[in-house]
RNA sequence: GGUGCCGUAGCCAAGUGGUAAGGCAGCGGAUUGCAAAUCCGCUAUUCGCCGGUUCGAAUCCGGCCGGCACCUCCA
């Protein structure tokens, strides 16, 4: 059994084979930290992360690493503007970014920081400039693209079609237009760090070469971000890297599709947006901002549970662009509610809790023969057909299909042990909900119940059970006007009633 | 103009040569005092359009239409 990639580079899906045996190491550019953290700046991390827990899964020691870009002009304009230093405006929104994708469950091995790099990437610039790949013009230190032959292998093009279609004033400091900054001098009061060329700071991609050829060593195997990263950033990062090292620089090159917000296409997937003075994107802004569809992280995380934002992202395959709504966001939220009333049944069933069920991590440990009945080798089918499914380029979405069916087989298995009261029912009933969990873990979801919005305290948990208490009453006096105004109401102030067999029981739902 | 991606039911979304997964919504049934939850069944002769290749195409090729992204240095 093979994973299978598709890597940018060739245009293609090809088997995966890491550069050391048992090791991947997996780099996804960060954000430029200078406003607080949308949406679109958790798509590529949470994907990532999903292949991390595959590949995990798939037995293999995974490195993640995600940069923070702390060094730009946007955060020099912001932190001016709220009249701050620019290390307390990176800080601040650093700690929100880093502190949101903990909550969707993203977990990284590192987040290094473009200011703390500074060293390395004048190390790499004199290696270029030394090779003769680069040159130092008026303070600048510049890329020469012309003296790297396969400059647009990534993005497939060439440089001189490329000209034609160049709309922007070429600065004369540069050889040739396409030429890309590694090094740019310092304007006064900008931030500044001392260098053989004078005092200035890193060009947008170098940081990223730097980090994670440190982090990842100068040939790593997966480099991931927004597709609108593809050129001209990570195309700088292969030429720069791989003219440096004389190496190839990542083996392995996704990029996840961008979110829009319906029919506003406003980019959201990559760490750079439109700027401000670009017409484009102030109507793209304007059109939000009248829908109040700009949505901040933290805003979306006080409406949404960050699962059900999580799980949104992976319903759709990555390469796909995905839009954000809310009416797709109630409707995905529709099933992973359906997964979590099973996870209540568990309970119920079983005595203990779903959430709690320590599955297999990983391919080797997971019991492939379930074999027996034939509940079990449904489930087996089930899992083998989820499995085949991530190997092919990760595809979260078709998983998430066969993880439907695996629920609603259990449910059918609960029901048929409720009814018969067999132990060997009940058993294989453990065994298939183990398996739910095992694939459950690799999305990263289902990881705890959901959080109801209020209400987690005391007296008014008592006050719901004594209020059910007098609805029973009710209805064994077939007071059912009572019994039903009590449901209704309650159902008014968000609260569900459920009669069952073993009695009534209740849920406050969450704001949504 | 260049490069690339996409177009599958009311909506969302898998499927890249072998006869259309799954979810939401809807309809019918079981269950229920009625509901909720859960289960069962039904719901695309058809995959933007037109040609071609093939025994066979949503899947490959050509053309067209429609949507989107990127085409640089402070995106």
Known sequence: MSTRIYNTLSR?????????????????????????????HV??????????????????????????TDVDDKIINKAAEEKTSTEELA???????????GRLGVEVDHFPRATKYIPHMLAMIETLVKKGFAYPSGGDVY???????????????????????????VSDLKRHPSDFALWKGAKAGEPAWESPWGPGRPGWHIECS???????????????????????????????????????????????GLMQYGDDTRKMGGRCMAEEGDIASQEAAKMS?????????????????????????????????????DERLKEVGALLEKAHTFAERYEQVMGSAFYELKAPQTWAEAPFEAGGSEFLGRVVELRNRYLEFMDDDFNTAGAIGTMAELITLLNRQAGSYESSKDEATKTEFAAGAVVLKELADILGILTKAPESAGGDDQLTASLL???????QMARQEKSFALSDAIRDELAELGVTIKD???GSSWKIESSH
Request: proline letters at 5%.
């Open 210 to 256: 730097a980090m994670s050829m440190d982090l990842l060593g100068e040939t790593f195997d997966i480099h991931g971000g927004g597709l609108d990263l593809c050129f001209p950033h990570h195309e700088d990062e292969i030429a720069q890297s791989e003219c440096c090292t004389g190496k190839t620089y990542a083996k392995y090159w996704m990029h996840n």
């Open 43 to 68: 798509v590529g991390p949470v994907i990532f992360d999903t292949v991390k827990r595959f590949l995990r899964y798939r037995g293999y020691d995974v490195t993640f690493v995600i940069n923070i």
């Open 91 to 101: 800080e601040r929104i650093t700690a929100d970014y880093i502190e949101h994708l």
């Open 500 to 502: 069952g067999k073993e």
């Open 465 to 471: 059970d004594l209020l059910l208490k007098v609805r």
């Open 143 to 169: 890329f020469d693209v012309t003296r790297h032959p396969a400059y647009g292998k990534l993005s497939n093009r060439n440089i001189d079609e490329m000209m034609a279609g160049a709309r922007k004033e």
């Open 289 to 325: 901002k009248s829908k109040g569809n700009i949505v901040t992280l933290a805003k979306l995380l006080s409406d949404y549970s960050p699962e059900l934002i999580r799980f949104f992202l992976l319903s759709t395959h990555y390469r796909s662009p995905i839009s954000f709504s």
């Open 12 to 40: 293609q899906k090809e088997v995966f084979e890491p550069v050391v045996p048992g090791k991947v190491g997996i780099y996804c550019c960060g954000p430029t930290v200078y406003a607080p953290s949308h949406v679109g």
